[in-house]
Protein backbone atom coordinates (compact mmCIF):
# COMPACT_ATOMS: atom_id res chain seq x y z
CA UNK A 1 0.00 0.00 0.00
CA UNK A 2 1.25 3.18 -1.05
CA UNK A 3 0.00 6.73 0.65
CA UNK A 4 0.62 9.98 -0.78
CA UNK A 5 0.06 13.31 1.15
CA UNK A 6 0.47 16.75 -0.73
CA UNK A 7 0.42 19.96 1.19
CA UNK A 8 -0.57 22.68 -0.64
CA UNK A 9 0.36 25.73 0.26
CA UNK A 10 1.37 29.62 -0.89
CA UNK A 11 4.36 29.57 -2.37
CA UNK A 12 8.08 31.40 -0.92
CA UNK A 13 5.58 31.72 2.43
CA UNK A 14 6.41 29.95 5.74
CA UNK A 15 3.72 27.32 6.72
CA UNK A 16 3.69 25.28 9.57
CA UNK A 17 2.86 21.30 9.06
CA UNK A 18 2.14 18.53 11.09
CA UNK A 19 0.98 15.09 10.86
CA UNK A 20 -0.75 13.47 14.20
CA UNK A 21 -2.12 9.97 12.73
CA UNK A 22 -2.95 7.89 9.93
CA UNK A 23 -6.05 5.41 10.09
CA UNK A 24 -6.49 2.95 7.62
CA UNK A 25 -9.26 0.38 7.92
CA UNK A 26 -10.77 -2.80 6.37
CA UNK A 27 -14.02 -3.59 6.00
CA UNK A 28 -14.47 -0.84 8.90
CA UNK A 29 -11.82 -2.54 10.73
CA UNK A 30 -8.31 -1.01 11.70
CA UNK A 31 -5.72 -2.63 9.75
CA UNK A 32 -3.70 -3.10 12.71
CA UNK A 33 -6.18 -5.97 13.74
CA UNK A 34 -5.23 -8.12 10.46
CA UNK A 35 -2.44 -10.54 11.15
CA UNK A 36 0.86 -9.79 8.81
CA UNK A 37 0.95 -12.28 6.19
CA UNK A 38 4.70 -14.44 6.78
CA UNK A 39 5.58 -16.22 3.18
CA UNK A 40 6.96 -19.44 3.57
CA UNK A 41 10.16 -20.64 2.75
CA UNK A 42 10.87 -20.88 -0.87
CA UNK A 43 10.13 -24.39 -2.12
CA UNK A 44 10.48 -26.34 -5.61
CA UNK A 45 8.32 -28.35 -7.13
CA UNK A 46 11.13 -29.52 -9.41
CA UNK A 47 14.52 -29.72 -9.24
CA UNK A 48 15.69 -25.89 -9.86
CA UNK A 49 17.25 -26.24 -13.17
CA UNK A 50 20.48 -23.84 -13.04
CA UNK A 51 23.72 -22.93 -14.98
CA UNK A 52 26.78 -22.67 -12.76
CA UNK A 53 29.55 -19.69 -13.06
CA UNK A 54 32.53 -21.27 -15.20
CA UNK A 55 36.55 -20.76 -14.21
CA UNK A 56 36.70 -17.31 -15.26
CA UNK A 57 33.79 -16.59 -12.83
CA UNK A 58 31.31 -15.53 -15.70
CA UNK A 59 28.50 -17.08 -17.95
CA UNK A 60 28.68 -18.04 -20.95
CA UNK A 61 25.61 -16.04 -22.50
CA UNK A 62 25.13 -18.39 -25.44
CA UNK A 63 23.81 -20.94 -23.09
CA UNK A 64 21.30 -18.09 -21.40
CA UNK A 65 18.35 -18.93 -23.66
CA UNK A 66 16.35 -16.12 -22.30
CA UNK A 67 19.28 -13.69 -23.49
CA UNK A 68 19.53 -15.57 -27.45
CA UNK A 69 18.12 -13.43 -29.90
CA UNK A 70 17.44 -10.45 -27.46
CA UNK A 71 18.09 -6.85 -28.82
CA UNK A 72 17.93 -5.32 -25.04
CA UNK A 73 19.14 -7.19 -22.04
CA UNK A 74 18.68 -4.95 -18.67
CA UNK A 75 20.22 -6.46 -15.52
CA UNK A 76 18.71 -5.49 -12.96
CA UNK A 77 20.58 -5.10 -9.80
CA UNK A 78 18.45 -6.07 -6.16
CA UNK A 79 20.73 -3.21 -4.48
CA UNK A 80 23.28 -0.46 -5.19
CA UNK A 81 26.93 -0.61 -4.16
CA UNK A 82 27.35 -3.88 -3.42
CA UNK A 83 31.03 -5.16 -4.89
CA UNK A 84 29.75 -8.66 -5.82
CA UNK A 85 27.58 -7.58 -7.67
CA UNK A 86 29.14 -4.24 -9.38
CA UNK A 87 32.02 -6.91 -10.31
CA UNK A 88 29.91 -9.72 -11.64
CA UNK A 89 27.71 -7.22 -13.73
CA UNK A 90 30.51 -5.50 -15.52
CA UNK A 91 32.24 -9.02 -16.01
CA UNK A 92 29.06 -9.73 -17.76
CA UNK A 93 28.72 -6.58 -19.76
CA UNK A 94 32.37 -7.40 -20.64
CA UNK A 95 31.25 -10.49 -22.41
CA UNK A 96 28.33 -9.20 -24.26
CA UNK A 97 30.59 -6.77 -25.68
CA UNK A 98 33.11 -9.10 -27.24
CA UNK A 99 30.97 -11.65 -28.50
CA UNK A 100 27.18 -10.70 -28.57
CA UNK A 101 27.93 -7.24 -30.50
CA UNK A 102 26.94 -5.12 -27.85
CA UNK A 103 27.75 -1.17 -28.42
CA UNK A 104 25.83 0.65 -26.05
CA UNK A 105 25.95 0.51 -22.61
CA UNK A 106 23.07 2.17 -21.17
CA UNK A 107 23.93 2.50 -16.73
CA UNK A 108 22.01 4.48 -14.07
CA UNK A 109 23.80 7.13 -14.04
CA UNK A 110 22.85 10.99 -14.91
CA UNK A 111 23.19 11.30 -18.15
CA UNK A 112 24.83 14.95 -18.09
CA UNK A 113 27.83 13.55 -16.24
CA UNK A 114 28.09 10.20 -18.03
CA UNK A 115 29.29 12.28 -21.06
CA UNK A 116 32.62 12.16 -19.47
CA UNK A 117 32.33 8.33 -19.50
CA UNK A 118 31.55 8.09 -22.96
CA UNK A 119 34.01 10.73 -23.81
CA UNK A 120 37.08 8.67 -21.33
CA UNK A 121 36.43 5.15 -24.24
CA UNK A 122 36.23 7.12 -27.45
CA UNK A 123 39.04 9.35 -26.59
CA UNK A 124 42.45 7.78 -25.83
CA UNK A 125 43.97 11.55 -24.72
CA UNK A 126 40.94 12.20 -22.40
CA UNK A 127 42.08 12.46 -18.76
CA UNK A 128 39.15 11.62 -16.32
CA UNK A 129 38.70 13.30 -13.23
CA UNK A 130 38.36 9.93 -11.14
CA UNK A 131 35.98 11.65 -8.69
CA UNK A 132 33.82 11.35 -11.05
CA UNK A 133 33.38 7.41 -11.49
CA UNK A 134 30.61 6.44 -9.09
CA UNK A 135 31.62 2.90 -8.11
CA UNK A 136 35.06 1.61 -8.06
CA UNK A 137 35.13 -1.01 -9.88
CA UNK A 138 33.56 0.92 -12.71
CA UNK A 139 36.50 2.25 -13.84
CA UNK A 140 37.91 -1.17 -14.24
CA UNK A 141 34.80 -1.38 -16.91
CA UNK A 142 35.92 2.02 -18.38
CA UNK A 143 39.46 1.18 -19.11
CA UNK A 144 38.49 -2.15 -20.52
CA UNK A 145 35.91 -0.67 -23.53
CA UNK A 146 38.44 2.09 -24.11
CA UNK A 147 40.73 -0.80 -24.58
CA UNK A 148 38.14 -2.48 -26.91
CA UNK A 149 37.34 0.64 -28.80
CA UNK A 150 41.32 1.62 -29.90
CA UNK A 151 41.69 1.65 -33.12
CA UNK A 152 38.05 1.44 -34.48
CA UNK A 153 36.07 3.41 -36.38
CA UNK A 154 33.21 5.33 -35.10
CA UNK A 155 30.17 2.80 -36.34
CA UNK A 156 32.45 -0.31 -34.02
CA UNK A 157 32.68 1.63 -31.16
CA UNK A 158 30.94 0.88 -28.27
CA UNK A 159 29.19 3.77 -26.23
CA UNK A 160 28.86 4.37 -22.59
CA UNK A 161 25.96 6.55 -21.48
CA UNK A 162 22.97 7.18 -18.37
CA UNK A 163 19.84 7.18 -18.74
CA UNK A 164 18.93 9.19 -15.08
CA UNK A 165 18.41 12.58 -14.73
CA UNK A 166 18.70 15.15 -12.08
CA UNK A 167 15.49 14.99 -10.57
CA UNK A 168 16.36 17.10 -8.16
CA UNK A 169 16.70 20.89 -9.04
CA UNK A 170 18.26 23.18 -6.67
CA UNK A 171 21.18 25.71 -6.43
CA UNK A 172 23.34 22.75 -5.85
CA UNK A 173 22.11 20.51 -8.33
CA UNK A 174 20.96 20.62 -11.92
CA UNK A 175 21.06 19.79 -15.59
CA UNK A 176 21.68 23.05 -16.33
CA UNK A 177 25.05 22.97 -14.18
CA UNK A 178 26.08 19.58 -15.19
CA UNK A 179 26.34 20.64 -18.65
CA UNK A 180 27.93 23.60 -17.85
CA UNK A 181 30.70 21.94 -15.72
CA UNK A 182 30.97 19.92 -18.87
CA UNK A 183 31.30 22.27 -21.75
CA UNK A 184 33.77 24.69 -19.40
CA UNK A 185 35.95 21.23 -18.71
CA UNK A 186 36.25 20.06 -22.41
CA UNK A 187 36.94 24.26 -23.36
CA UNK A 188 39.63 24.92 -20.63
CA UNK A 189 42.23 25.05 -23.22
CA UNK A 190 41.03 25.57 -26.41
CA UNK A 191 38.99 28.23 -24.94
CA UNK A 192 36.51 28.67 -28.19
CA UNK A 193 34.60 31.23 -27.53
CA UNK A 194 31.12 29.92 -29.11
CA UNK A 195 31.64 27.26 -26.17
CA UNK A 196 31.76 29.98 -23.57
CA UNK A 197 28.83 31.74 -25.08
CA UNK A 198 26.90 28.40 -25.22
CA UNK A 199 28.21 27.35 -21.70
CA UNK A 200 26.69 30.58 -19.98
CA UNK A 201 23.12 30.83 -21.90
CA UNK A 202 22.77 27.05 -20.10
CA UNK A 203 24.05 27.55 -17.02
CA UNK A 204 21.48 30.78 -16.78
CA UNK A 205 18.57 28.59 -18.06
CA UNK A 206 18.23 30.44 -20.56
CA UNK A 207 17.38 27.00 -22.56
CA UNK A 208 15.89 28.73 -25.98
CA UNK A 209 18.18 30.71 -26.72
CA UNK A 210 20.46 28.03 -25.68
CA UNK A 211 19.15 25.61 -28.11
CA UNK A 212 19.06 28.33 -30.99
CA UNK A 213 22.59 29.00 -31.02
CA UNK A 214 23.67 25.49 -30.53
CA UNK A 215 22.31 25.18 -34.05
CA UNK A 216 23.57 27.96 -35.76
CA UNK A 217 27.40 27.07 -33.94
CA UNK A 218 27.15 23.81 -33.99
CA UNK A 219 30.43 23.50 -37.03
CA UNK A 220 32.24 25.89 -34.07
CA UNK A 221 31.37 23.88 -31.38
CA UNK A 222 32.35 20.70 -33.29
CA UNK A 223 35.68 21.72 -32.37
CA UNK A 224 35.53 20.71 -28.44
CA UNK A 225 32.73 18.91 -28.73
CA UNK A 226 32.41 15.38 -30.25
CA UNK A 227 29.40 14.67 -32.24
CA UNK A 228 28.08 12.16 -29.46
CA UNK A 229 28.18 15.17 -27.27
CA UNK A 230 26.22 17.83 -29.44
CA UNK A 231 23.27 14.68 -30.48
CA UNK A 232 23.08 14.08 -26.56
CA UNK A 233 23.43 17.92 -25.93
CA UNK A 234 20.53 18.81 -28.48
CA UNK A 235 18.05 16.42 -26.22
CA UNK A 236 18.93 17.13 -22.86
CA UNK A 237 18.90 21.03 -23.55
CA UNK A 238 14.81 20.11 -25.03
CA UNK A 239 14.25 17.72 -21.89
CA UNK A 240 15.18 20.18 -19.68
CA UNK A 241 13.72 23.19 -20.97
CA UNK A 242 10.27 21.23 -20.85
CA UNK A 243 10.84 20.06 -17.22
CA UNK A 244 11.85 23.75 -15.88
CA UNK A 245 8.97 24.42 -14.22
CA UNK A 246 8.40 20.84 -12.92
CA UNK A 247 8.12 20.79 -8.99
CA UNK A 248 10.68 18.34 -7.32
CA UNK A 249 8.01 15.90 -6.22
CA UNK A 250 6.49 15.73 -9.88
CA UNK A 251 10.20 14.96 -11.29
CA UNK A 252 10.21 12.28 -9.07
CA UNK A 253 7.22 10.59 -9.94
CA UNK A 254 8.06 11.24 -13.83
CA UNK A 255 11.81 9.94 -13.40
CA UNK A 256 11.48 6.52 -14.75
CA UNK A 257 9.65 7.88 -17.64
CA UNK A 258 12.29 10.12 -18.34
CA UNK A 259 14.86 7.49 -17.98
CA UNK A 260 12.49 5.36 -20.80
CA UNK A 261 12.93 8.30 -22.83
CA UNK A 262 16.82 8.89 -22.80
CA UNK A 263 17.19 4.69 -23.40
CA UNK A 264 14.45 5.00 -26.06
CA UNK A 265 16.71 8.56 -27.31
CA UNK A 266 20.18 6.89 -27.45
CA UNK A 267 18.88 3.36 -28.93
CA UNK A 268 17.76 5.35 -31.88
CA UNK A 269 21.05 7.12 -32.37
CA UNK A 270 23.87 5.18 -31.76
CA UNK A 271 22.58 1.55 -31.93
CA UNK A 272 19.72 1.66 -34.22
CA UNK A 273 20.57 -1.41 -36.29
CA UNK A 274 18.91 -5.03 -35.03
CA UNK A 275 22.47 -6.80 -34.93
CA UNK A 276 23.76 -4.60 -32.31
CA UNK A 277 23.32 -5.36 -28.38
CA UNK A 278 21.82 -2.78 -26.28
CA UNK A 279 22.73 -3.81 -21.95
CA UNK A 280 21.33 -1.88 -19.65
CA UNK A 281 22.52 -1.95 -15.89
CA UNK A 282 20.24 -0.49 -13.20
CA UNK A 283 18.01 -1.19 -10.23
CA UNK A 284 15.64 -3.81 -10.78
CA UNK A 285 12.81 -1.76 -9.60
CA UNK A 286 13.48 0.26 -12.79
CA UNK A 287 14.06 -2.55 -15.40
CA UNK A 288 10.98 -4.46 -14.64
CA UNK A 289 8.09 -4.12 -16.36
CA UNK A 290 5.11 -4.16 -13.43
CA UNK A 291 6.22 -2.14 -10.68
CA UNK A 292 8.39 0.05 -8.44
CA UNK A 293 7.50 -1.45 -4.96
CA UNK A 294 8.30 -1.00 -2.57
CA UNK A 295 10.02 2.48 -4.53
CA UNK A 296 8.29 5.95 -5.33
CA UNK A 297 4.85 4.58 -6.45
CA UNK A 298 5.19 5.22 -10.63
CA UNK A 299 5.22 2.97 -14.01
CA UNK A 300 8.83 1.79 -13.95
CA UNK A 301 11.22 2.70 -17.36
CA UNK A 302 11.20 -1.01 -17.72
CA UNK A 303 7.11 -1.70 -18.66
CA UNK A 304 7.86 1.28 -21.12
CA UNK A 305 10.75 -0.81 -22.65
CA UNK A 306 8.51 -3.76 -22.79
CA UNK A 307 6.12 -1.58 -24.46
CA UNK A 308 8.42 -0.50 -26.96
CA UNK A 309 10.01 -3.07 -27.82
CA UNK A 310 8.11 -6.21 -26.49
CA UNK A 311 9.77 -9.01 -26.68
CA UNK A 312 13.41 -7.65 -27.59
CA UNK A 313 13.20 -6.67 -23.97
CA UNK A 314 15.03 -9.19 -21.40
CA UNK A 315 14.82 -7.78 -17.99
CA UNK A 316 16.90 -10.14 -15.34
CA UNK A 317 17.45 -10.45 -11.55
CA UNK A 318 20.77 -9.98 -9.91
CA UNK A 319 20.93 -10.65 -6.47
CA UNK A 320 23.35 -11.56 -3.53
CA UNK A 321 22.91 -13.32 0.49
CA UNK A 322 25.64 -11.64 1.69
CA UNK A 323 28.89 -9.31 2.11
CA UNK A 324 28.38 -5.27 1.86
CA UNK A 325 26.61 -2.55 0.01
CA UNK A 326 27.04 1.36 0.15
CA UNK A 327 24.22 3.42 0.81
CA UNK A 328 23.27 6.53 2.66
CA UNK A 329 21.97 6.13 6.66
CA UNK A 330 19.49 8.53 8.42
CA UNK A 331 22.45 10.31 9.60
CA UNK A 332 22.94 11.30 5.67
CA UNK A 333 26.49 9.88 5.57
CA UNK A 334 27.42 7.79 2.56
CA UNK A 335 29.43 4.49 3.99
CA UNK A 336 29.34 0.47 4.01
CA UNK A 337 27.63 -1.57 5.98
CA UNK A 338 27.38 -5.34 6.06
CA UNK A 339 24.09 -6.78 4.63
CA UNK A 340 21.78 -7.95 6.82
CA UNK A 341 21.39 -11.59 6.86
CA UNK A 342 19.00 -13.21 4.89
CA UNK A 343 15.76 -14.50 6.00
CA UNK A 344 14.99 -18.33 6.07
CA UNK A 345 12.09 -17.74 4.17
CA UNK A 346 13.64 -15.55 1.39
CA UNK A 347 14.46 -16.39 -2.11
CA UNK A 348 18.47 -15.67 -0.96
CA UNK A 349 18.86 -17.77 1.79
CA UNK A 350 17.28 -20.84 -0.04
CA UNK A 351 19.77 -20.31 -3.22
CA UNK A 352 22.76 -19.34 -0.77
CA UNK A 353 22.33 -23.38 0.86
CA UNK A 354 21.21 -24.49 -2.48
CA UNK A 355 25.24 -23.39 -4.34
CA UNK A 356 28.49 -22.46 -3.32
CA UNK A 357 28.84 -20.59 -6.47
CA UNK A 358 27.19 -18.52 -8.64
CA UNK A 359 24.06 -19.46 -10.60
CA UNK A 360 21.98 -18.85 -13.25
CA UNK A 361 18.34 -19.75 -13.67
CA UNK A 362 15.46 -19.02 -15.47
CA UNK A 363 11.97 -17.89 -14.22
CA UNK A 364 9.67 -20.55 -14.78
CA UNK A 365 5.85 -20.38 -13.51
CA UNK A 366 7.02 -22.02 -10.00
CA UNK A 367 7.63 -18.55 -9.53
CA UNK A 368 4.61 -17.05 -10.25
CA UNK A 369 3.65 -16.31 -6.28
CA UNK A 370 5.08 -13.79 -3.63
CA UNK A 371 8.49 -14.60 -2.88
CA UNK A 372 10.68 -12.55 -0.65
CA UNK A 373 13.77 -11.27 -1.86
CA UNK A 374 16.26 -8.01 -1.27
CA UNK A 375 15.40 -4.41 -2.28
CA UNK A 376 17.80 -2.12 -1.23
CA UNK A 377 18.00 1.58 -3.00
CA UNK A 378 20.52 4.29 -2.20
CA UNK A 379 18.97 4.82 1.59
CA UNK A 380 20.02 2.35 3.98
CA UNK A 381 16.02 1.53 5.27
CA UNK A 382 15.47 -0.69 8.18
CA UNK A 383 13.77 -3.39 5.95
CA UNK A 384 15.67 -5.16 2.43
CA UNK A 385 13.47 -7.77 2.11
CA UNK A 386 10.08 -7.30 0.55
CA UNK A 387 7.33 -9.92 -0.93
CA UNK A 388 7.71 -9.97 -4.98
CA UNK A 389 6.29 -11.67 -7.95
CA UNK A 390 9.72 -12.63 -9.91
CA UNK A 391 7.59 -14.48 -12.23
CA UNK A 392 5.66 -11.77 -14.14
CA UNK A 393 8.74 -9.24 -13.54
CA UNK A 394 11.94 -10.94 -14.82
CA UNK A 395 13.15 -13.71 -17.28
CA UNK A 396 15.62 -15.29 -15.23
CA UNK A 397 17.75 -14.62 -12.11
CA UNK A 398 21.70 -14.08 -11.22
CA UNK A 399 22.64 -15.54 -8.00
CA UNK A 400 26.03 -14.46 -6.99
CA UNK A 401 27.66 -15.76 -4.50
CA UNK A 402 29.55 -13.78 -2.08
CA UNK A 403 33.42 -13.80 -2.06
CA UNK A 404 34.93 -11.50 0.49
CA UNK A 405 37.91 -10.33 -2.25
CA UNK A 406 35.36 -8.68 -4.17
CA UNK A 407 34.73 -6.50 -1.29
CA UNK A 408 36.24 -3.48 -2.52
CA UNK A 409 36.65 -0.63 -0.06
CA UNK A 410 34.17 2.28 -0.32
CA UNK A 411 35.13 5.91 1.22
CA UNK A 412 33.00 7.02 3.98
CA UNK A 413 32.05 10.47 3.75
CA UNK A 414 29.69 12.35 6.10
CA UNK A 415 26.77 14.71 5.46
CA UNK A 416 28.89 17.69 6.83
CA UNK A 417 31.47 16.49 4.10
CA UNK A 418 29.56 16.24 0.92
CA UNK A 419 27.70 19.22 2.00
CA UNK A 420 31.42 21.16 1.87
CA UNK A 421 32.12 19.42 -1.09
CA UNK A 422 28.83 20.77 -2.71
CA UNK A 423 29.11 24.24 -1.68
CA UNK A 424 32.92 24.64 -2.78
CA UNK A 425 32.35 23.08 -6.26
CA UNK A 426 29.18 25.81 -6.20
CA UNK A 427 31.49 28.36 -5.56
CA UNK A 428 33.93 27.27 -8.09
CA UNK A 429 30.95 26.85 -10.65
CA UNK A 430 29.97 30.73 -9.75
CA UNK A 431 33.43 32.21 -10.17
CA UNK A 432 34.37 30.77 -13.40
CA UNK A 433 30.64 31.86 -14.56
CA UNK A 434 32.03 34.81 -13.89
CA UNK A 435 35.29 34.50 -15.39
CA UNK A 436 33.85 33.46 -18.36
CA UNK A 437 31.17 36.48 -18.99
CA UNK A 438 33.55 38.92 -18.20
CA UNK A 439 35.87 37.85 -20.75
CA UNK A 440 32.83 37.33 -23.65
CA UNK A 441 31.95 40.84 -22.78
CA UNK A 442 35.64 42.11 -23.24
CA UNK A 443 35.79 40.96 -26.28
CA UNK A 444 32.45 41.88 -27.66
CA UNK A 445 33.59 45.61 -26.29
CA UNK A 446 36.85 45.01 -27.91
CA UNK A 447 34.77 43.85 -31.81
CA UNK A 448 32.32 46.56 -31.00
CA UNK A 449 34.75 49.07 -30.71
CA UNK A 450 36.60 48.08 -33.98
CA UNK A 451 33.34 48.31 -36.00
CA UNK A 452 32.58 51.90 -34.93
CA UNK A 453 36.60 52.93 -35.57
CA UNK A 454 35.58 51.43 -39.36
CA UNK A 455 32.84 52.91 -39.54
CA UNK A 456 34.13 56.72 -38.81
CA UNK A 457 37.14 55.60 -41.26
CA UNK A 458 34.40 55.27 -44.01
Given at each position: MNIRINALGEENTE???????????????PIDDYPVRILEPVKMKDRLSYIQENKDKNFDLEQINEIKGKKFVALGESMHGNSDINSFTFRLIEEAIEKQNCKLVLLERIIEKSLYYNRYVQDESFVMDSSLVKECQEKGLLDKIRAYNRGKNDHEK???????YPWSKNRYTSSSFYLFDFIADMNKK????????????????????????????????GKVLNNDELICLEHLLNLDRNEINTSEVDRMIRRDSVMAMNA?????KFANEKDKMVCIYAHAGHVNPISTFPAIPCVPMGSYMKKEYGN??????????????????????????RLDKAPTNSLEH???????????????????????????????TPYQF?????????????????????????????????????????????????????????????????????????
Open positions: AYLAFARLSVTLDNKVRVLGIDLRVPEADRLAVLIVNDRLSEAIDYLAQHRSKLHFLINDYCPLFITSAGGYASGVSRDRKNEQKYLNALTDCSIYFPITSSFDQLTLTRFRGLLDYPSNLYQKFNGVFFIKHDDQNNIPFYNISFEERTKQMIEKMNRRKELVKEIESKLNTNFSGIRSQQVTHEKSL
